[in-house]
């Protein structure tokens, strides 16, 4: 019987060196055949043609504009042949052979749609970054992730469902996306991960938190840890995902918390820190969440 195959994507925007390092390391670990497909999500100069000429046998997609996250992800998906596909972040790397862990997850349960790698940070001492995630409240829309900051010491190696998937590893069958549908573009970065699993749920299927296999991850190599980037997708998309997933008064509550409590106190935060670029960038994603026409594409 064949094997059934596995495609990687992954979404590069000005990191050359990153995406190198993250195929590098797929190609010195790993046994099992993989697909690897590449997307240069509008990088300011041409990155698809030297990763061409280093990598002939990767596959290697250009956009010439940045599609988010999402959009990029889903440029990969149309081009990817496989039966699994992984998403994998180009500021991630593995050490060991242990990506097939992932694939025998989905094959043994039909019932799970996505699974998900331990993820522990790449810059010493190496500790943990998920081992899961709790659910996100109803109201603030914050959760947390499990295991965050401790060390690798045994306690969470053990499988368990987890209510979403982590955007820098996750694996789902082919199956799942097409019924699904896409990641949604709308969200451009950050919360269109935790808004597609939320649509895996709703078709009947678990995620599930598999620490057999280990991914290490740059954090915040590509956007920065306080960038208005960062601060600008996170406010609009917050209220974005309330008024999409919630209903009724959950949904004006949260929507309520957002705007009168969450932005007001971060904008005010980033003032006194004399950071009035991620106040303005607050600013402007509560803005741009009332512009948005469609907010259900």
Sequence with gaps: MMERRISVISVNYNGYDLTCAMIDSLRRHVTTPLEIVIV????????????????????????????????????????????????????????????????????NDRSIGAVCPKIRFFAPPQHIQFAGYTPLTRITLRNALIGFGEPDDGRYDTPHDTPYAHGAAMMVRRETLEKAGPMPEIYFLYYEELDWSVRIREQGRRIVYDPR??????????????????????????????WRNLRGGARLLSVAYQLCIAAPKNAVSALAHRRGDLAKAVCRGVRDFFTLKNKQA
């Design 40 to 107: 240069d999500n509008g990088s300011t100069r041409d990155e698809a043609a030297p990763l061409r000429e280093r990598y002939p046998d990767v596959k290697v997609l250009r956009s010439e504009r940045n599609l988010g996250f999402a959009g990029g992800n889903n440029l990969g998906f149309a081009a990817a042949t496989g039966d699994y596909l992984l998403l994998l972040n180009n500021d991630t790397e593995v050490t060991e052979d242990t990506l097939h862990y992932l694939r025998e997850t989905l094959d």
């Design 213 to 242: 296999c280990t991914v290490f991850h740059k954090e915040s190599a590509t956007t920065g840890q306080q960038s208005p980037l960062r601060s600008y997708c996170l406010t609009r998309n917050r209220l974005l995902f309330a």
